[in-house]
């Protein structure tokens, strides 16, 4: 018997080589289906506004050129500005904290520090109004007559509070995987740690605090809730004002046209500012070199996260308790409708989103495809589109060509899992990557046809990543705000909707139950995320 | 003898690539069927269009003599009767093995007694209840075996079995699994890059290069008498000579030897170093340059003539070092027509 190899050149793959790509097979038509019920209610609205606008030729330009969008334009652009240069320096500064210092308590921080992102942020503006300006709360209990925090001030504070958190999480997730060979070559060349932090550290984290502070710019041009409860006017409010006061709706499509425009540029301009750098992260790094607090230091980074505590979570949810405690006398009925209708909107649409994404991580996955990845491009647009636009698209198209189904519960429940399919399906894909197509093969080569194997050994395997995708749909369902209101049926009420309508009418204890809810509820899947992850 | 697979004429191309070129293969039943070649050859694409994965752009296959793929006719994967093997085992992790295995069969009375029959066959008898990943590499590889056996499919195709299995379990599993399949009188066809399992575990075997079949024949048929240089090197360790046929005796530099070939005039001659007898000798014509040791044997590269290279093996109990001089006696040939095509790579220096 020979043992001797043959000519090694001959031999084959090793036997760790198993992992070859294989040649992808073309879908089976049906399995185009599920995407585009995913994807059509979305999309077809919004290219028919574009077109729509397109069509209004001159008179779109008109407005467009006018001096009230440039008034808009300049407002907008300036908030943003705002929102992401602060929201840069808390979220840095807080991951750098938690991240790379022997910070007492660092593990703690890490969850109160990032725990913001489960208020909404007209919540947050909600709690500012209700607790600034006469008959504010402060002034009410303390007798200090405090100014109110509104306009700029206030849309500005409501979204640092809201979005830093997305900066947070991705820088702190760069630190942690950064390989600290770079930072120790730099020490050892004698470069001071502040030196080190400038040029070796912040440079490689740009494309992470970039993806956080894009996340950060998006959802500033695109909230609706905190702009218009602080009656700033930026686009989204000038849109939704021009919608809800006027019987011509073509300003209202043509601003909400601009809208998606400027949401190009931002990322256009991320994608612009990102350096060529290549930078490669270790998947299981080290751990880095952390600082040593002392002193001074120490009390002061404690003073600063607390104050971000106080500030972020603490002001919020103390003003609302404080409403809610006052509340209890005025006899109203908690809204137990809204509840219902926030959880029926949110599980429906979470339940379409998780049976829709299902079959089209299937496709987008063993069938890739340059067709495939349109899918999923698509998917991930829609997602980033602004809110109120995609509604006013849907408004448009129904009452002209769904008639019935127009503000129908049906409609309601295919715009949210279009809206936030890219979730479930980012999700589901990245699990079913992690399963090799063997699996698929070896049920269908034992008498299982393709449906049958997709619910019999696809869907328990990615199980985890769909539930977590659902989770993610639920979660923000429960707090959409735009699209609920130019949506829903009549007498469909949501929480959200209930938050703003009251606070708009200066009913705060109103407000308050159902904003705590609203907090609460959106807690308990940010919580089983968390505990998944690990 | 009927053949449970042939397949006819198939080629299959990706965007361009040509991954197997009119490959023909007939399985006898009841016999296992090795395919080997170097990674590329389109051994695993055959298997893929066998099992009905993918379509094959030309050629059909028939699965015991019923077409299952032609230019008119595709049968899905789950209505051909082929069991499949792969090499990441794929076992379906959220079941435990008696799930795993009862999954091809139908509903009834009669499945918990196959499942417990099939498994005891690859002698993990009571182990139904055991989730995939508490099982040693082996053990999931029976499992896989077992899956893929229980539906008595009439053909089972196994995709680089082994390859998956650390050495020392390799050559174990490999026995346990040609035991099993003659056990339970399966046809089978596998696919391996490595040429020494090929021949240890087929009965019939076909060499693939460039996604065509080569040769087709018995483990040692083929490498006694390889269809060409390439297939020669393929199998085994050789070095190649020039030589010149007359009258059944081929003349070459390292002496004459008698061959049993239709050839006549110039021809290559190779010669394995299984057939160089090494005797330790001070005044011999070989000169050893190097050597391996295996344990049960010995590889030794020799120059003769100051530069001839010639290699033999040697049983493990005389040593040859570098250095040393021996003599050594050839004691059989392959004869090839002179620069038969296509040119083996050039030979790799041993080390």
Known sequence: ?534 | MTDAIACRHLSKSYSGVVALDDFSLRAPEGEVTGLVGPSGSGKTTALRLIAGFERPDHGSVEVAGETVVDESTFVPPEQRSVGMVFQDFALFPHMAVGANVAYGLPKGAGRGGRVADVLAMVGLAGMEKRMPHELSGGEQQRVALARALAPSPAVELLDEPFSNLDAPQRERVRREVRGILIEARATAIFVTHDQEEALAVSDVLAVMRDGRVLQTAAPHDLYRKPADRWVARFLGEGEFVAGTVTGGIVDTPLGRFPVDTPLTGPVEVLIRPEHVRLTEDAGGAALVVEREFYGHDQLVTLHIDGGRRLLARAGPDTIFSPGDHARFEITEVVVFEAASSPQPPAPSQTG
Do not use: C
């Open chain 1, 1 to 534: 018997m020979t043992s001797a190899p043959a000519d090694p050149s001959l031999a084959g793959p090793t036997p760790l080589d198993t992992r070859r790509p294989r040649p992808r097979t073309r879908a089976p038509w049906w399995l185009w289906v599920p995407a585009l019920i995913a994807l059509v209610p979305t999309v077809v609205p919004f290219g028919f506004l574009i077109g729509r606008v397109i069509g209004e030729g001159t008179a779109a330009a008109r407005i467009v050129l006018s001096a009230n969008t440039a008034y808009l334009v300049w407002n907008t652009s300036w908030l943003i500005a705002l929102v992401v240069a602060t929201t840069a320096i808390i979220g840095v500064g807080a991951a750098w904290l938690t991240e790379r210092t022997d910070l007492p308590g660092r593990r703690i921080w890490r969850v109160v520090v990032a725990l913001p992102l489960v208020i909404p942020s007209y919540v947050v503006a909600l709690a500012l109004l209700s607790a600034t300006g006469p008959r504010g709360l402060l002034e009410q209990t303390l007798g200090v007559a405090v100014p109110s925090v509104v306009g700029l001030t206030g849309a500005w504070l409501a979204l640092t509070v809201a979005t830093y958190p997305f900066v947070y999480l991705t820088t702190a997730t760069a630190l942690r995987r950064m390989d600290p060979a770079h930072e120790e070559a730099a020490r050892g060349l004698r470069a001071s740690p502040w030196r080190v932090f400038r040029t070796i550290v912040v440079p490689q984290l740009r494309p992470s605090l970039g993806a956080g502070l894009l996340l950060v710019a998006l959802y500033s041009l695109s909230d609706f809730g905190a702009v218009s409860l602080m009656r700033f006017d930026s686009f989204t409010r000038v849109v939704y004002a021009q919608y809800a006061g006027r019987l011509d709706r073509t300003p209202a499509a043509v601003l909400a046209a601009l809208l998606v425009l400027l949401a190009l540029v931002v990322v256009w301009a991320e994608r612009a500012t990102r350096g060529r750098a290549a930078y490669h992260w270790r998947s299981m790094p080290r751990p880095a070199r952390i600082a040593r607090l002392t002193g001074g230091n120490r009390i002061a980074a404690l003073a600063s996260l607390t104050a971000l505590a106080l500030v972020a979570l603490g002001a919020p949810i103390g003003t609302l308790l404080g409403w809610l405690g006052r509340g209890t006398g005025s006899g109203r009925p908690f809204p137990w409708g809204a509840v219902a209708g926030s959880v029926a909107g949110s599980a429906l649409a979470a339940g379409l989103v998780a049976l829709l994404a299902l079959p089209t991580a299937v496709l987008v996955t063993r069938h890739a495809s340059r067709r495939t990845a349109w899918v999923e491009r698509i998917a991930y647009t829609v997602f980033a589109l602004p809110h109120i636009t995609v509604g006013l698209a849907v408004v448009f198209f129904s009452a002209r060509y769904l008639g019935g189904l127009y503000q129908s519960l049906i409609v309601l429940v295919l715009v949210y899992a279009s809206i936030f399919f890219a979730q479930a399906l980012g999700a589901a894909r990245s699990s079913l990557l992690q399963v090799s197509p063997s699996v698929e093969e070896a049920s269908r080569s034992l008498g299982a046809g393709p449906i049958s194997t997709m619910l019999r050994v696809t869907a328990p395997m990615v199980r985890r990543g769909l539930v977590s995708g659902s989770l993610l749909v639920f979660l923000t369902t429960m707090k959409e705000l735009p699209v609920t209101l130019l949506l829903r049926p009549t007498g469909f009420d949501t929480l959200a909707v209930g938050i703003w309508s009251s606070a708009d009418s200066v009913l705060f204890s109103r407000a308050a139950g159902p904003a705590l809810l609203l907090i609460a509820v959106s807690a308990v899947p940010m919580y089983l995320l968390a505990t998944r992850e690990r």
